[in-house]
């Protein structure tokens, strides 16, 4: 059974940082992706970042044009978590972050629907 525990949210100031992560538990698969969405309360969920994985390694990334330069994703394979540092963050910033993941039957590419979520963490900047 898959799990995904995410944490490190909190309240920030803007131009502030902060860095979320995920722990995960349980076989995907040997090619999968993973990936963290927001979203805000009445809105759509939108993904923000993606790992693409396969036999373990990391491949590439992507990232949605609100935060790319600011965000990274990463992961530590020795521990299985999934990270999002997140710098210069803004208001606009401000949601309930989840970490995601799903099998995926691509080169280099993930599917647009994820399986497997946590349970979010809050993240609030203020201006």
């Known amino acids: 059974q898959v799990r995904l525990v995410e944490s490190g949210g909190g309240s920030v100031q803007a131009g502030g940082s902060l860095r979320l992560s995920c722990g995960v538990s349980g076989y995907i698969a040997s090619t999968y992706c993973m990936a963290w969405f927001r979203q805000v309360s009445g809105q759509e969920r939108e993904r923000v970042a993606r790992?693409?994985?396969?036999?373990?390694?990391?491949?590439?990334?992507a990232y949605d044009d609100s935060v790319k330069g600011r965000f990274t994703i990463s992961r530590d394979a020795a521990t299985n978590t999934l990270y999002l540092q997140m710098n210069d963050l803004g208001p606009d910033d401000t949601a309930m972050y989840y970490c995601?993941?799903?099998?995926?039957?691509?080169?280099?590419?993930?599917?647009?629907?994820?399986?497997?979520w946590g349970q979010g963490t809050q993240v609030t900047v203020s201006s």
């Open positions: 995601a993941a799903v099998p995926s039957p691509f080169l280099n590419n993930c599917p647009n629907t994820y399986d497997y």
């Open positions: 790992l693409y994985l396969r036999s373990g390694q990391s491949g590439g990334t």
